[in-house]
C-alpha cells in the first residue's frame, strides 16, 4: 500500500501520466469527474489536459483505456480548446483503439470521433479515418468505414465530405476480407441515401455480382434521408428539428424545403478529369476541312467519342470548338450538323462552367442552324443550346439571342423562343432580373403577335414561363398593352409549366417537363438537368406561393407612389395597368360631354369678349374638375373645351394662368391619355418662355408626363420647341426638360433624339438656349456618366470647355432618386418597381446611348491583316481596328472574328504591337460598354496573362486595361470559374504580383463574390512562399481580402494541403490576417439573427461576438467569460463573470485576499516565444484592436486574479483606476509576481496610454514610478519584448499637452535607464522624434541629450554620426520648441564631444549651421568636463573625464572590437557610472547608518545626494584640453588620443583610415615622438590587420569602389607598419598572438590574385614583401618565432587554406632558422619547445608524412636540428613548460638528434663521468627550483590562490634571496609582471607595518575588488576565452589602468618598472590566443559589467565599489581625506561582521 499512496497524493494531470497504470486508472476517473464538473468551457484547467488527452485513448492498459476513452469524451464535448486536440487523438483512436477486442472501447472511440465532428472537426477527423482504411489490420479498416457511415448518417452528406470517401470505395469492394467488403457495401447504401443516382458513375466499374447486390439495396432505400445531430454552430436548426420531432405529424409539410436541398452532392463533382485533346486524332483538322463528307463525319465520330466523357480536363478547347462551330453553321450535310452538334453538347457538358468562354461564339450559330427542319437535326441543337446555355448565364448570351429573334425565318423564330422557354427555367427571380427581361418580353411580344401560330405558341409559353419564374410583379410592367385574350393564354402557360414542374413524383407532367433534358449525355440526364431544375424550385419557397414569398422578402425601401394615394392599390387589375388608349373625337362629342360635366354658364362664357367673364368661367370650371370622380371626367373633352377660341391664343394673362393650371389638374386627376396631352402640349410649349404665365405652363406639362411618362412627353415637348422660332421657349423647354430629368429618373428616356436636338441648341446664336442645353447634359451627365461626352467631341473647343466644366461640377455627384413618374402604370409594383428600376438606371441609360453595329466592317481581310506573318501589316490592321472603334463611338456586341484575332495579338513577339493591341482592347471596353462582359473569358483572361510580361511598360498597359474592363463588367465575371486560378497558378512572377495586387485592390469593394475565389486560394498559398519577396507581399496583403469573402474557417480548411512546415507558417499569416479583416463592405444587416437572446447556446456566443462587434468599440465588446455566465452576450457588462446570484457577498470579498498576481513558472518564457513564433500577435500596432485586447486578456487569465482583471477590462474607467490603487498597494508585497507578470502589466498600461480619461492616466503613471523603483531594487533587467512592447508608447505620451503628464514621463523615462540599457533606451526615443505630434518630437530631442550628457557619446545608436545627423535634420523644423531642443541637444552633445561633432553632423543647411553656431557660441562652453547633471530623479552622475577620454570610453585594448563600425565610441566609462550605479555611489553616510542590513528597500537610496564620495575624486588635477587629434605635443593623455586615432585606422571609411595611418606614421617618424606609442603597439597591430582583412573581404570585393582608392590604403598601412618595424624597441613589444595573427594577414595579402590585376599591384606585393622581412626581423624573436609556428599549424589544419599559405609561412620559418645563430641568445627556448611540442602532439610524424609535400616535415626537423646544433645537450633542460612530455615525440627526437651529433664528434664522450653526474644533480637541483616556482605561479595566476600564491613568493624569496624568478617573468604580459611586483611591495609594507601608504588600500582593494574575481558575475564573464584558457589578472589590471587612465590619473611610468624582456608567460596563456580572441572576452567582460550589474550580488557590489571608488585617488593626493575615508570603510566592514 505504500506505493498507492504515494500516487494517491499526486495531482489528477501527474496521476494520468503515471507509469503505475492503477495510478493511471484513478487519474482517468478523477479527470472524467472534472470534466463534467467543470462548466465553464473557457476554464484554464482545460488547457493543462491538452497534451494528455492523446495519452487517455491510447493506454497501453486495456482496462485503463477503457476509462481514459471516457475522460477524453467528456473532455471533447466540454472543452472549448478540444478542437487543437483532433489530429493526434483520431489517429491515437484508429490505431490504438479500433484494434482493441472490446467492443465497448471501440463504441466508445466511435464516439469520440463523432464528437470531435459536433465541435466542427470534422475534417480532420475524416482524414484520420480515410488514412485508417489503408491500415494493414482488417479490424481497424471496419471499424472505420463503420465510423464513417455512422457519421453520414447522422451529420449529412453537407458535413461529411463524400468526394474523398466515394474515391476509395471502389478499393474497399475489392479487400480480400468479407467484413471490409459487407461493411462497405452498407457504407455505399448510405451514401446512396444521400446522393442518389451521383454514386453511380464512380462505381460503374466494381464488380458485377456486388454491383447487382448494391443495386438491389438501393431500390430498398425509402425517403430522403434528414440530418439528426448538429454541429455546435448549428443549434437554430437543431432546435428546429426537436421542435419537429416533438410535433411528430408536420414532419413531411415542413421538411419540404430541406428535401429538395439535400440532393447537393453532383455525380460530376465525384469523377476524375479526363484530358482529350491530346487525344484527337492527328490528321483531325485536316479531315475536317476534307472534301469528302465520309472524312469529315470520322473526324467528327473521333470527337464523338471523346467527350462522351463526362468530365473533361480544361484546356484551349477555341480551335476544336472553333472547326465543330463552323460544321454547324455551313456543312451542306445535315448529318454531319447533327453530329457536330453532338460534340458541343459533349464538350459543353464535360467543361460545364470551362466551356462558358465559348458560349458567346457558338450559340448564335445554332439558333440559326433551327431552319433545318429534320427533326434529328433540330433535337441535336436542341440539347447543343440547353447544354451550352448550362455553362453560361443568360445574360451572357442575351446579345445573340435577341438578335436572332428578329431572323424572319418561323422555325428560328419558333426555336428560339422554347430556348427561351427552357432556359428561364433554369433561372431564379434574382438570375432573372428586370434588366433581362424587359428586351426579352419586348421580342417575345412581337413574337405572340407573330403571323405563324408556331411562333405564336413558343412565344406563350416563353412568357408564361418568365411569369412563373420571375413572378407577375415582375413581369406584368412588360405586358402592360397585351390585350386580355393574350394576357390569359400567357396566364394558362404559366399555370402549365407550375405543373410540369411542381410536383416531384411521377406523373406524365415530370415525364414532359424532363423531355428537353433527357436527351442529354449520361452525366447531365440524372444530375445536371434536376440540379438546376430543382434549384429553381428551392428558391422561392413552394411554388405556389411565388410571387407572394417574393414580396414577403426583405423590406423595400421604395416610397409609395407619388400623386394618387390609393390608386396603386387598384392597380392589380389587368385593364388599368395598361396605358389609357383613346381615340380622337370629334368637336362635337367633346362639347357633349363637357356639357355633361360642366355647367352651362361655364361653356357660355368660354369665348365670350369680356376677360373678366372668362376668368369668372375658368374659376368654374376649376372648380368643377376638383369635384370630379376620376372615373367620370371626360379629360379629352374637357382639354378641347379649354383649347377652343381662344384658346392658347388667350391674350389675358390672369385667364392664361387660370387655363394652364386647369389642365395640370385634369392630368393629375383623370384618366389622362396621349391623345389628350396632344391637344394641349402644343399650347403649353408655346407659353413656356411666357414671362407670368411660363411657371404655369412648366406645372401642367409635369403632370402631362407624369400621366402620359415623361419619355413620350418630353419628345413631344423638345421637337415642339425646336420647331418654333421662339428662343425663350426653346431654351425653358430645356431647363424644364433638366428639371423633370431629376424629378423623374431617366429610364425610358430617348438619349439618340435629345443629343441630336441638344446639339441643335449648342448651336444657336442665342446664349440662353445654349445656356440651357449645357445644363441638360450635365443633368444627363448624372445618368449617363462621361460616355456621354464623346457625342460632342466635335463641338468648338470653347463650347467644349463650357461643357467640360457643367460636366465637371457633376463629377463626384449622385443622380437623385426620381420622386414622380412611379404612377399608376407601374400596376401594382409602385414601390418594389421603383427599387429595382434605380439598379439599372445606370446601365439603361448607358443602354440607350446608340450604338453602331461594326460587325460588317470586321472583314476576313482585316482579321488575316492582324495575324499576317510581317508585323507592319499586322500593325496596319490594328490601327485599322483603332479607327473603326473610333468613328464608331459606341458599338453593338457583335465584333465577328476580332475578338480571337486580337487575343492572338497578346502574345505578339512584338512588344509595341502588344501594347496597341491593350490599347484596342481598352477602348473597346468603353465603346461596347456592359455588354464587354460576354467577351471577359476570351479577351479579358488573355489580358490577364499580359500582367506577367517582362517588360514594366507592357505591365502597366495591361492592368490598365483589366481596370478599365473591370469598371464595365463588374468584378463577378472574373472571378467565375477557373481561369482566374489557372493564371495565379502559373509560376510567374510578375504575373503574380500584378494579378494579387489588382484583386488586393478590387475585393474590399465587393459585397459578394463567387464561390470560384475558393479555387485561387491554393496557389495564394504556394504565393506566400514564393522565392520573390514581392510576391510574397503582394500575397500577404491580398490576404485578409481573400479571408473578408471567403471566411477564416475556408481559408484555414484549405490549408489542410500544404505540407506540414508550410501549413504551420501559413496558418500563422492566417491568424494575422484575421487580424487586419477588413468588413465587407455595407452588408445587409442580418447580423442580430445570430444570438438571439439567450437561444444561442453560450459556448458559440464568442465567435459570433467576434464577427458582429468587429467595429464596436473596446468597451461594449463583450468579454467571452462573461458571455457564458450571463447568456446573452449584449448584458455581459452587468454580468461579472460569475452567475451574479450564485454566491453570497461574503464569499466575493474573501476572494480578494489571496494574491493578485499568480507565478506561472515559466509563463513569460512561453509567451514571449508564442510572440517570436507568430503564434499570437505581436504587440504593435497605432491604436489597440480588439483582439489585442481580447489576446491580453486570454493571457492574463492564467496569472491575474479573476476580480483584479475584472476591474482592469472593466469598461468604465473608474475600474481602471481600482485596479492601479490595487497594484499600487499589492507591489511592495508581491515583488515576484509583478516581476513574472511584467510584461502583462506593462502591456495593460498600454492601453491605458489610449484612454483620454486624465486621471487613469496620472494613476498610471504614478504606478509607474514606484514600479520601475521597485525593479531598479531588485535589480531586475527588462527584457527587449517588455521594453519593445511598452517604450514606444510611453514615448507618446511626452506629446502631451498637459506638463504634469509630460513630467511624470521624462522621470520614468529617466528611471527605466537604471533598469535597460541607455544605448537601447536612445533608439526608442529617436524613434519619437519621427512623431507628427510637435511637443513629442521636441521633448524626444530633449530626453536624447540628456542621455547624451549622462551617459557620453555611446548611447548613440546605430552610430554617433547616424544619429546626430537625425537630430539635425530636425533644426529645420517648423515648429520652434522642436527647433530650440535639437539645437540644445547638439550643444549638449559638443559640450561634451568637442568640434568632432560638425564633422558627425555632416553638410546642413547654412541658415541652420549659422542658428547652430550662435547657439554654440552663446551656450559659451567650452569643451571642458562635461557637466554633473543632477535632477530629482536621477542619481548623480560624476563626470571627471578629460574630453578625449569620452571620446574613447574604453581601454586601448577593448577599442579593437571587430565590429568595425562599432570601433569608435562603443562602451563608455561614464555609462559605468549611471547604467550600473550601484557600482559606484557609495553613500557611506547611509551605510554607517545601515545596521547591517543588506538591501535597502527604499527607494530615497537613489536619490540621495553623494557628494562626500565625490570629492576626492576632484582633487587630482586632469589634464584637460580639447580635442585633437594630432600629437602636436606630449602629455600623460596622449594615451587616450592615440586611443583614439588607432580606433579610426580600422574604419569602414578608407579617408578615415588613411588620415589616421598617416597621422601615426608621422609620430613614428619622429624619434623624440615615437616613444609615446609604447604600449599601443598591440592595438595599433590589431587595428591594422582589421584594416587589412576589411579590405580583402569587403573593399576588394566591391565594384563600384574605386580600386586606386585600395592601392592608396595599401601603401599607407605598409608604410606605416615599416616605419613601426624599423624601431627596433617598439617592434619588440608586439606579442605573439598579434604577431600570428598580422603574418596571416600579409601573407594573405600576398597571395591576394586580384592585387595582381591592379596597375602598381606589383609594387604593393614587393613592399609586402619587404614589411614580411622587416617583421621578422625586428620582432621580439621568441614572439614572431612562436607564432609562425602556431599559424603553420593552423594553416595545416584548415582544410580550406591553400598549400601556397603554408608554403609561405614555412619560408618565413626557414628565413628564422637563419637567423637563430645570432638571436638564439635572447629566445625564451622552453617557449619554442613547448609550442613545438604542441604542433607535434597535433602532427604527429606519420601525419605530416602524409603530407601532399615534404616541406612541412623538413622544416620542423631543420629547426630542431638547428637548435640543437646551437645549444647541444643543454636543450633537454628547456623542456620546463611541457607538463606530459610523453604526449609528443619531442624529446624522444630531441635525444635522436644528440646522440646523432654526438657520436658525429665524438668529442663529448670521453668527459669524465663526475661531470656527468654533477650536471645531472644540477640539472635535478634546476627542475626542483623550476618546479617550486612553477608552482607558485600557478597559483598567483589562477583565481581562487592568487594571494596565497604572491604569498609564498614571497617567502620564497626572502627564503632564497639570490633565487632568479626573472625567467617566470619575462614571458608574462607587463600587467602581470606590475601585479605580482606591487602584490610583493604591498605585502612587504604590510609585514613591516608600514600602514600609512596611501596607495595600500588603493590596492588591497583593487586586490578584492578587480583583480580577483571576487564576485561570481565576473568569474562567469571573465574566464575563459574563446579558445579555453585561463585569462590570469592581468586583464583586470589592465581594466584599472584603463579606470585610472579615463580620470586623468597617472600610470606608473614605463621607467619604474623592471626590464622586461618578453611578455606572455605560461600561467597567463599556455598556447597562444588569437589577439581578437583576448579582445572579445575583455569586451563581454567590461560591457557586462557595465549594463548586467545587476548580477552581482550587493556585498560583492560594495567591496567592487570601494575598490574602484578609491583608486581614483592619486597617490599624491591628500593623505587627511583618504585616511577618512579608510576609517569610515574599516567601520563598515566591521559592523558588517
Known amino acids: ?96 483503439v479500433f484494434n482493441q477486442p472490446k467492443a465497448r472501447a471501440k463504441e466508445l472511440g466511435l464516439d469520440i470521433c463523432l464528437m470531435y465532428i459536433e465541435i466542427e472537426k470534422g475534417e480532420a477527423v475524416q482524414e484520420e479515418l480515410l488514412k485508417g482504411l489503408d491500415n494493414k489490420n482488417p479490424k481497424i479498416i471496419v471499424a472505420c468505414i463503420e465510423t464513417l457511415r455512422k457519421a453520414l448518417s447522422e451529420f449529412g452528406s453537407k458535413i461529411i465530405l463524400l468526394k474523398p470517401i466515394i474515391k476509395v470505395l471502389p478499393k474497399l469492394f475489392e479487400s480480400r476480407e468479407k467484413a471490409v467488403r459487407d461493411e462497405a457495401k452498407l457504407l455505399a447504401v448510405e451514401i446512396y441515401r444521400w446522393i442518389r443516382d451521383a454514386l453511380r458513375p464512380p462505381l460503374q466499374n466494381i464488380n458485377s455480382v456486388q454491383l447487382k447486390e448494391l443495386e438491389e439495396e438501393w431500390v430498398k432505400v425509402s425517403a430522403a434521408p434528414k440530418q439528426t445531430r448538429f454541429l455546435r454552430s448549428q443549434q437554430e436548426l437543431k432546435a428546429k428539428f426537436e421542435q419537429q420531432q416533438a410535433v411528430g405529424g408536420d414532419a413531411d409539410g415542413g421538411g419540404d424545403g430541406e428535401e429538395e436541398a439535400v440532393p447537393q452532392v453532383d455525380a460530376y463533382e465525384l469523377l476524375e478529369a479526363v484530358e482529350i485533346l491530346s487525344k484527337l486524332p492527328k490528321d483531325f483538322y485536316e479531315k475536317i476541312e476534307a472534301k469528302k463528307w465520309q472524312e469529315r463525319k470520322e473526324a467528327l465520330e473521333a470527337v464523338e467519342l471523346l467527350v462522351k466523357n463526362p468530365k473533361l480536363e480544361s484546356g484551349d478547347y477555341a480551335d476544336l470548338v472553333k472547326v465543330l462551330k463552323k460544321v454547324v453553321g455551313k456543312d451542306t450535310n445535315v448529318m454531319l450538323v447533327a453530329l457536330a452538334a453532338k460534340c458541343l453538347a459533349g464538350l459543353a457538358a464535360g467543361l460545364r462552367k470551362k466551356f462558358g468562354q ?217 385593364p388599368e395597368t395598361k396605358e389609357i388608349v383613346e381615340s380622337e373625337l370629334s368637336i362635337e362629342v367633346c362639347e357633349e360631354k363637357a356639357a355633361a360635366v360642366l355647367p352651362a354658364s361655364c361653356i357660355q362664357q368660354l369665348d365670350s369678349g369680356n376677360w373678366k367673364e372668362r376668368l369668372a368661367c375658368m374659376e368654374e370650371f376649376q372648380k368643377a374638375v376638383e369635384l370630379m370622380e376620376r372615373s367620370e371626367m371626360p379629360c379629352q373633352a374637357l382639354v378641347r373645351m379649354l383649347a377652343k377660341k381662344p384658346g392658347w391664343k388667350e391674350t389675358n394673362f390672369q385667364v392664361m394662368q387660370m387655363k394652364l393650371h386647369i389642365v395640370a389638374l385634369i392630368a393629375q386627376k383623370g384618366n389622362f391619355s396621349k391623345t389628350s396631352a396632344q391637344v394641349v402640349l402644343d399650347g403649353l410649349v408655346d407659353k413656356v418662355g411666357d414671362v407670368k404665365c411660363g411657371s404655369n405652363a412648366k406645372e401642367a406639362m409635369t403632370a402631362i408626363a407624369e400621366a402620359c411618362q415623361l419619355p413620350w ?334 471566411g477564416f474557417e475556408k481559408m484555414a480548411k484549405a490549408t489542410s494541403k500544404l505540407k506540414p512546415t508550410s501549413k504551420d507558417q501559413v496558418l500563422a499569416m492566417l491568424e494575422k490576417a484575421k ?157 515576484d509576481g509583478v516581476i513574472s507578470c511584467l510584461d502583462l502589466i506593462l502591456k495593460w498600461l498600454t492601453l491605458r496610454f489610449f484612454d483620454t480619461n486624465t486621471s487613469v492616466l496620472m494613476k498610471a503613471l504614478e504606478y509607474l514610478k514606484l514600479l520601475f523603483n521597485l525593479l531598479s531594487q531588485e535589480e531586475y533587467h527588462l527584457t527587449e519584448n517588455e521594453a519593445s512592447s511598452f517604450i514606444p508608447y510611453l514615448i507618446l505620451k511626452v506629446g502631451e499637452p498637459k506638463d504634469v503628464i509630460r513630467k511624470d514621463v521624462r522621470a520614468i523615462l529617466n528611471r527605466m535607464c537604471l533598469i535597460y540599457p541607455a544605448s537601447k533606451m536612445f533608439t526608442f526615443i529617436m524613434e519619437g522624434t519621427k512623431s507628427k505630434n510637435s511637443k513629442q518630437r521636441a521633448e524626444c530631442l530633449e530626453e536624447l541629450g540628456c542621455l547624451v550628457e549622462s551617459y557620453g557619446m555611446n548611447v548613440c545608436q546605430p552610430s554617433p554620426g547616424k544619429a546626430l545627423k537625425e537630430m539635425a535634420t530636425h533644426i529645420g523644423d517648423r515648429d520652434n520648441t522642436v527647433r530650440n531642443a535639437a539645437l540644445n541637444t547638439i550643444v549638449t552633445v559638443y559640450n561634451v564631444h568637442g568640434d568632432q561633432v560638425f564633422k558627425l553632423i555632416g553638410n546642413l543647411s547654412e541658415k541652420d549651421m549659422s542658428m547652430l553656431e550662435e547657439r554654440i557660441k552663446r551656450s559659451a562652453k567650452r569643451p571642458s568636463a562635461a557637466p554633473v547633471r543632477q535632477t530629482e530623479e536621477k542619481p548623480q552622475r560624476t563626470q571627471n573625464i578629460s574630453t578625449n577620454a569620452s571620446m574613447l570610453r574604453k581601454g586601448p585594448a577593448e577599442d579593437m572590437s571587430s565590429k568595425l563600425n562599432q570601433n569608435r565610441n562603443m562602451g563608455s566609462h561614464s555609462e559605468t557610472t549611471h547604467t550600473v550605479p550601484r557600482e559606484f555611489q557609495l553613500d557611506l553616510d547611509e551605510i554607517e547608518n545601515d545596521n547591517g542590513t543588506v538591501r535597502c528597500e527604499m527607494p530615497a537610496l537613489v536619490q540621495h545626494k553623494l557628494d562626500d564620495i565625490f570629492e576626492p575624486v576632484l582633487i587630482p588635477e586632469p589634464k584637460i584640453r580639447a580635442v585633437s587629434p594630432h600629437f602636436d605635443d606630449m602629455h600623460s593623455n596622449t594615451a587616450s588620443t592615440i586611443n583614439f586615432v588607432i580606433s579610426q585606422v580600422a574604419s569602414g571609411d578608407i579617408n578615415t583610415s588613411i588620415q589616421a595611418l598617416a597621422q601615426i606614421d608621422e609620430v613614428l617618424r619622429q624619434e623624440d615622438k615615437a616613444e609615446a606609442m609604447s604600449g599601443h603597439i598591440d592595438q595599433f597591430l590589431i587595428a591594422t590587420f582589421m584594416q587589412l582583412r576589411l579590405i580583402y573581404n569587403t573593399h576588394m570585393a566591391d565594384e563600384k569602389l574605386d580600386k586606386d582608392e585600395i592601392v592608396k590604403l595599401y601603401s599607407c598601412i605598409i608604410g606605416s607598419m615599416i616605419s613601426l618595424f624599423q624601431i627596433e624597441s617598439l617592434a619588440r613589444e608586439a606579442s605573439t598572438g598579434v604577431l600570428k595573427d598580422l603574418m596571416h594577414g600579409l601573407i594573405t595579402l600576398m597571395l591576394d590574385s586580384r592585387i595582381e590585376d591592379l596597375e602598381e599591384g606589383e609594387q604593393v606585393i614587393r613592399s609586402v614583401n619587404l614589411l614580411v622581412v622587416k617583421v621578422l626581423e625586428k620582432s621580439d624573436q621568441t614572439n614572431i618565432l612562436s607564432a609562425l609556428l602556431v599559424l603553420l599549424q593552423d594553416s595545416l589544419l584548415a582544410t580550406a587554406s591553400s598549400p601556397k599559405f603554408s608554403e609561405l609561412v614555412m619560408k618565413c620559418l626557414w628565413r628564422m632558422v637563419r637567423l637563430l645563430p645570432e638571436t638564439i641568445n635572447s629566445i625564451n627556448l622552453d617557449r619554442i619547445l613547448l609550442d613545438i611540442h604542441i604542433f607535434m602532439k597535433v602532427f604527429p610524424k606519420e601525419k605530416l608524412k602524409q603530407c601532399k609535400s615534404e616541406f612541412p616535415i623538413r622544416t620542423l626537423k631543420t629547426l630542431l636540428h638547428t637548435l640543437c646544433k646551437l645549444k647541444g645537450p643543454k636543450i633537454l633542460d628547456h623542456l620546463t613548460m611541457i607538463d606530459n612530455k610523453n604526449e609528443s615525440e619531442l624529446e624522444a627526437h630531441l635525444c635522436r638528434v644528440m646522440k646523432h651529433s654526438m657520436d658525429q664528434t665524438g668529442s663529448k664522450a670521453d668527459k669524465d663521468t663526475e661531470k656527468g653526474a654533477s650536471r645531472i644533480e644540477e640539472k635535478a637541483s634546476k627542475a626542483k627550483v623550476n618546479d617550486i616556482l612553477a608552482e607558485i605561479f600557478k597559483k598567483i595566476g589562477s583565481k581562487e590562490n592568487t594571494k596565497e600564491g604572491l604569498a609564498e613568493l614571497y617567502e620564497y624569496k626572502k627564503k632564497y634571496s639570490d633565487a632568479d624568478i626573472e625567467p617566470f617573468l619575462k614571458n608574462s604580459s607587463q600587467f602581470f609582471q606590475s601585479y605580482v611586483e606591487r602584490g610583493l611591495r604591498l605585502i612587504e609594507t604590510e609585514r613591516e607595518g608600514k600602514g600609512r601608504i596611501a596607495t595600500s588600500t588603493g590596492i588591497s582593494s583593487q586586490m578584492e575588488g578587480t583583480c580577483v574575481p571576487a564576485s561570481t558575475h565576473t568569474v562567469s564573464s571573465s574566464i575563459g576565452n574563446t579558445n579555453g584558457e585561463e585569462v590570469g589578472p592581468s586583464v583586470y589590471l589592465e581594466r584599472l589602468k584603463i579606470l585610472r587612465q579615463r580620470c586623468g590619473l597617472d600610470n606608473a611610468k614605463q621607467e619604474d618598472r623592471p626590464p622586461l624582456t618578453s611578455l606572455l608567460s605560461k600561467p597567463a596563456v599556455p598556447t597562444v590566443a588569437s589577439s581578437t580572441d583576448m579582445l572579445h572576452s575583455k569586451l563581454s567582460q567590461l560591457r557586462e559589467s557595465r549594463e548586467q550589474y545587476q548580477h552581482l550580488d550587493l556585498d560583492s557590489n560594495q567591496t567592487h565599489s570601494s575598490g574602484i571608488g578609491t583608486t581614483l585617488a592619486s597617490p599624491s593626493s591628500a593623505a587627511a581625506n583618504i585616511d577618512d575615508l579608510k576609517k569610515r570603510l574599516e567601520r563598515i566592514k566591521s559592523s558588517r561582521k
Not at 486508472?25 to 465553464?40: C, R
Not at 483505456?65 to 489530429?87: C, D, I, R
Open 1 to 96: 500500500m505504500g506505493d498507492d499512496s504515494e500516487w494517491m497524493k499526486l495531482p489528477i494531470d501527474q496521476k494520468c501520466e503515471h507509469k503505475l497504470w492503477k495510478a493511471r486508472l484513478n487519474g482517468y476517473e478523477e479527470a472524467l469527474k472534472l470534466f463534467q464538473k467543470i462548466d465553464d468551457e473557457k476554464s484554464p484547467e482545460w488547457s493543462k489536459y491538452l497534451g494528455l488527452i492523446k495519452k487517455f485513448v491510447t493506454d497501453s492498459n486495456a482496462v485503463a483505456q477503457l476509462k481514459g476513452l471516457e475522460a477524453a469524451l467528456a473532455y471533447v464535448e466540454n472543452a472549448h480548446v478540444a478542437g487543437k486536440t483532433t489530429g493526434e487523438v483520431a489517429s491515437g483512436v484508429v490505431n490504438k
Open 358 to 574: 465559348y458560349a458567346g461564339h457558338v450559340v448564335p450559330t445554332i439558333l440559326e442552324k433551327f431552319k433545318e427542319k429534320k427533326p434529328q437535326v433540330v433535337q441535336a441543337l436542341q440539347e447543343a443550346i440547353d447544354a451550352v446555355f448550362l455553362t453560361t448565364t443568360l445574360q451572357n448570351i442575351s446579345e445573340d439571342v435577341l438578335a436572332v429573334m428578329d431572323n424572319k425565318n418561323p422555325t428560328i423564330k419558333q426555336q428560339t423562343s422554347l430556348f427561351i422557354a427552357r432556359s428561364f427555367r433554369h433561372c431564379t427571380p434574382s438570375t432573372l432580373p428586370k434588366s433581362l427581361l424587359k428586351p426579352f418580353c419586348a421580342a417575345l411580344l412581337k413574337h405572340i403577335n407573330d403571323s405563324a401560330p408556331e411562333v405564336r405558341d413558343a412565344g406563350f409559353e416563353a412568357l408564361g414561363t418568365a411569369l412563373k419564374v420571375a413572378g407577375e410583379k415582375a413581369v406584368n410592367p412588360f405586358l402592360a398593352d397585351v390585350d386580355k385574350l393574350k394576357l390569359d393564354r400567357i396566364k394558362e402557360c404559366a399555370e402549365k409549366v407550375e405543373l410540369t414542374y411542381g410536383k416531384k413524383t411521377g406523373g406524365a407532367a415530370e415525364k414532359k417537363e424532363d423531355k428537353p433534358i433527357t436527351g442529354k449525355t449520361p452525366a447531365l440526364s440524372g444530375t445536371g438537368g434536376d440540379k438546376e431544375t430543382k434549384d429553381v424550385a428551392t428558391k422561392p419557397g413552394p411554388l405556389k406561393k411565388a410571387p407572394a414569398v417574393k414580396s414577403g422578402g426583405p423590406p423595400k425601401k421604395g416610397k409609395p407612389a407619388a400623386g394618387m394615394g390609393g390608386a396603386g392599390a387598384k392597380g392589380k387589375k389587368g
Open 713 to 1046: 412627353t418630353a419628345e413631344q415637348v423638345v421637337a415642339m420647341a425646336f420647331s418654333q422660332k421662339n428662343p425663350k421657349n426653346q431654351s425653358e423647354t430645356l431647363n424644364w426638360l433638366s428639371n423633370a430629368i431629376k424629378e423623374f429618373g431617366f429610364s425610358g428616356l430617348n438619349v439618340k433624339a435629345f443629343i441630336s436636338n441638344v446639339k441643335t441648341a449648342l448651336a444657336a446664336t442665342n446664349p440662353a438656349i445654349r445656356t440651357s442645353a449645357i445644363t441638360l447634359l450635365g443633368v444627363m451627365y448624372l445618368y449617363v456618366g462621361p460616355p456621354l461626352r464623346m457625342f460632342f467631341e466635335d463641338e468648338k473647343p470653347a463650347l467644349l470647355s463650357q461643357i467640360d466644366a457643367e460636366l465637371e461640377k457633376m463629377q463626384g455627384q449622385t443622380a437623385p432618386a426620381p420622386t414622380r413618374g412611379i404612377s399608376r402604370h407601374s400596376g401594382g409594383g409602385g414601390d418594389d418597381g421603383e427599387e429595382e428600376e434605380q439598379e439599372d438606371v445606370g446601365n439603361d441609360a448607358v443602354d440607350l446611348l446608340p450604338r453602331t453595329d461594326i460587325g460588317d466592317k470586321i472583314t476576313a481581310e482585316l482579321v488575316s491583316k492582324i495575324g499576317d506573318k510581317n508585323w507592319k501589316i499586322r500593325k496596319e490592321g490594328l490601327d485599322e481596328v483603332t479607327s473603326i472603334i473610333n468613328d464608331a463611338k459606341f458599338i453593338q456586341p457583335n465584333i465577328g472574328e476580332l475578338a480571337a484575332a486580337l487575343k492572338s495579338r497578346l502574345n505578339d513577339s512584338n512588344k509595341i504591337l502588344v501594347q496597341q493591341t491593350l490599347s484596342i482592347l481598352q477602348q473597346l471596353a468603353t465603346a461596347m460598354g456592359p455588354n464587354i462582359k460576354q467577351h471577359v473569358k476570351n479577351l479579358g483572361i488573355p489580358v490577364i496573362t499580359v500582367l506577367g510580361d517582362s517588360k514594366n511598360n507592357v505591365r502597366a498597359a495591361a492592368l490598365a486595361t483589366v481596370n478599365t474592363w473591370a469598371e464595365q463588367t463588374g468584378m463577378k465575371e472574373w472571378l467565375e470559374g477557373e481561369d482566374l486560378s489557372e493564371e495565379l497558378k502559373k509560376e510567374n512572377p510578375f504575373l503574380r504580383q500584378e494579378l494579387l495586387g489588382w484583386l488586393a485592390e478590387k475585393l474590399p469593394t465587393l459585397r459578394s463574390v463567387p464561390s470560384d475565389l475558393l479555387l485561387c486560394v491554393p496557389h495564394l498559398y504556394s504565393c506566400l512562399e514564393d522565392r520573390n519577396g514581392d510576391v510574397r507581399k503582394k500575397a500577404q496583403d491580398a490576404l485578409p481580402f481573400f479571408m473578408m469573402h471567403l
Open 1075 to 1231: 487580424a487586419n479583416m477588413p468588413a465587407k463592405p455595407a452588408p445587409p444587416a442580418k447580423a442580430p439573427s445570430r444570438v438571439v437572446g439567450g437561444a444561442a447556446p453560450a459556448k458559440f456566443q464568442p465567435a459570433s461576438v467576434a464577427e458582429d462587434s468587429g467595429s464596436n468599440t473596446m468597451e461594449s465588446k463583450p468579454d467571452p467569460k462573461k458571455a457564458k455566465a450571463g447568456g446573452v452576450s449584449s448584458k455581459a457588462k452587468g454580468v461579472q463573470g460569475k452567475k451574479v446570484l450564485s454566491k453570497p457577498n461574503l464569499k466575493e470579498d474573501d476572494d480578494k485576499s489571496g494574491p493578485i498576481f499568480i507565478i506561472v513558472p515559466n509563463g513569460k518564457e512561453q509567451r514571449m516565444k508564442d510572440e517570436k513564433g507568430l503564434k499570437v500577435l505581436k504587440w504593435n500596432f497605432t491604436t489597440p484592436r480588439d483582439e489585442y485586447i481580447e489576446q491580453l486578456k486570454t493571457q492574463m487569465s492564467s496569472c491575474v486574479a479573476k476580480w483584479l482583471q475584472d476591474e482592469m477590462f472593466h469598461a468604465d474607467f473608474q475600474h481602471h483606476n481600482k485596479a492601479l490603487a490595487v497594484m499600487i498597494e499589492h507591489l511592495e508585497t508581491e515583488k
